[in-house]
């Protein structure tokens, strides 16, 4: 198929704008559906083009934005909310949520009950009295503290603490979100529970996740990024999760993920012996600080919650005393 100069012109703006492309006249625009037709363009949504290296080449969060910042483009007084938000504030989000925006609901956008605004397969319209809006990446969206108490007032408590953690991390009061959520209507149970436990301890939202399973298993908050020094090294070592039981014995669980492994900037040249050589000295410098007990898991062994909760329990974490 031969070269459309034009169309490649607009698309290597939007690509250097990290957008999606809205075409800008009808030859362009049929350009781009003749290459559809072939699988050389993707259309995440109607009147929405993207070169489908690139595509495949983005993870969820990055589509969306992509799509998002594109129909900022578009319409420029439309104010995003939702996941849409979340992700353009760089919250931590499940990819799988991401994914069924992609492909299943759609994009929420916040506006005034006055004037016609009629939703469609691909965008979902919330009226609200008043509409604030905040610019990012030049996008406006929702405010930082009203997207959350949105998504995490619609979502499952471990997704919506993980989100949660974040934004208190990044200097959101719960006081804040709260409010946000009384003001719009959106205060339920689901979002009193993450708001009761959420803190800015996680440093990722892979700590914050586990954080919330643990709790949704029925075990104690842990305390979280405790640091512990080995007497007879004297390095310093910080936990990811600390519990104390009654007898006064402390247990620790780490959570490990394959890019401790891969990534080049966390083995630091090191070889995998040399790396478990080092988990192994960390632990015996943490049992000499006085931990009894140290569990390593995985992103993975959140899944199976009967295996995780058995695997806690027998290491003796303790439960509390009503499930959460």
């Given at each position: 198929?031969?070269?459309?100069?034009e169309?490649?012109?607009?698309?290597?703006e939007?690509?250097?704008?990290?957008?999606?492309?809205?075409?800008?006249?009808?030859?362009?625009?049929?350009?781009?559906?003749?290459r559809?037709?072939?699988?050389?363009?993707?259309?995440?949504?109607?009147?929405?083009?993207?070169?489908?290296?690139?595509?495949?080449?983005?993870?969820?969060?990055?589509?969306?934005?992509?799509?998002?910042?594109?129909l900022?483009?578009?319409?420029p007084?439309?104010?995003?909310?939702?996941?849409?938000a979340?992700?353009?504030?760089?919250?931590?989000?499940?990819?799988?949520?991401v994914?069924?925006i992609?492909?299943?609901?759609?994009?929420?956008?916040?506006c005034?009950?006055?004037?016609?605004?009629?939703?469609?397969v691909h965008?979902?319209?919330?009226?609200?009295?008043?509409?604030?809006?905040?610019?990012v990446?030049?996008?406006?969206?929702?405010p930082?503290?009203?997207?959350?108490?949105?998504?995490?007032?619609?979502?499952?408590?471990v997704?919506g603490?993980?989100?949660a953690?974040?934004?208190?991390?990044?200097?959101?009061?719960?006081?804040l979100?709260m409010?946000?959520?009384?003001?719009?209507?959106?205060?339920?149970?689901?979002?009193?529970?993450?708001?009761?436990?959420?803190?800015?301890n996680?440093?990722?939202?892979?700590?914050?996740?586990?954080?919330?399973?643990?709790?949704?298993?029925?075990?104690?908050?842990?305390?979280?990024?405790?640091?512990?020094?080995d007497?007879?090294?004297?390095?310093?070592y910080?936990?990811?999760y600390?519990?104390?039981?009654?007898?006064?014995?402390?247990?620790?669980?780490?959570?490990?993920?394959?890019?401790?492994?891969?990534?080049?900037?966390?083995?630091q040249?090191?070889?995998?012996?040399?790396?478990?050589?080092?988990?192994?000295?960390r632990?015996?410098?943490l049992?000499?600080?006085?931990?009894h007990?140290?569990?390593?898991?995985?992103?993975?062994?959140?899944v199976?919650?009967?295996?995780?909760?058995?695997?806690?329990?027998?290491?003796?974490?303790p439960?509390m005393?009503?499930?959460?």
């Amino acid at each position: 198929m031969r070269d459309h100069a034009e169309m490649s012109r607009q698309l290597d703006e939007a690509e250097r704008e990290r957008r999606c492309l809205h075409p800008i006249g009808n030859p362009v625009r049929k350009a781009l559906l003749r290459r559809a037709r072939t699988g050389e363009i993707e259309t995440p949504m109607p009147g929405l083009f993207v070169r489908a290296e690139l595509w495949k080449s983005l993870g969820p969060v990055e589509q969306l934005k992509y799509v998002v910042r594109a129909l900022a483009q578009w319409h420029p007084d439309w104010v995003f909310a939702g996941v849409a938000a979340a992700c353009m504030h760089g919250l931590w989000i499940e990819y799988g949520v991401v994914r069924r925006i992609l492909h299943g609901p759609a994009i929420t956008v916040v506006c005034t009950p006055k004037g016609t605004h009629c939703n469609s397969v691909h965008i979902e319209r919330k009226h609200r009295a008043h509409v604030r809006s905040v610019v990012v990446d030049g996008v406006r969206v929702t405010p930082l503290a009203q997207t959350v108490a949105e998504c995490t007032a619609a979502m499952s408590f471990v997704d919506g603490t993980t989100m949660a953690c974040c934004a208190l991390r990044k200097g959101v009061r719960a006081e804040l979100i709260m409010i946000c959520a009384v003001e719009n209507g959106l205060m339920n149970d689901g979002l009193r529970k993450v708001l009761q436990y959420a803190n800015a301890n996680a440093e990722n939202g892979g700590e914050a996740k586990a954080f919330a399973v643990f709790i949704e298993c029925g075990f104690v908050p842990p305390a979280q990024q405790v640091e512990f020094v080995d007497p007879q090294t004297g390095r310093r070592y910080r936990v990811d999760y600390l519990w104390r039981t009654a007898d006064d014995r402390l247990i620790v669980v780490e959570l490990d993920g394959l890019v401790k492994y891969t990534d080049p900037a966390m083995v630091q040249g090191r070889t995998l012996g040399g790396i478990i050589d080092d988990e192994r000295e960390r632990t015996e410098g943490l049992q000499r600080a006085g931990v009894h007990a140290v569990i390593r898991i995985r992103m993975e062994d959140l899944v199976d919650r009967r295996e995780l909760a058995r695997k806690l329990a027998e290491a003796g974490v303790p439960m509390m005393r009503q499930a959460a």
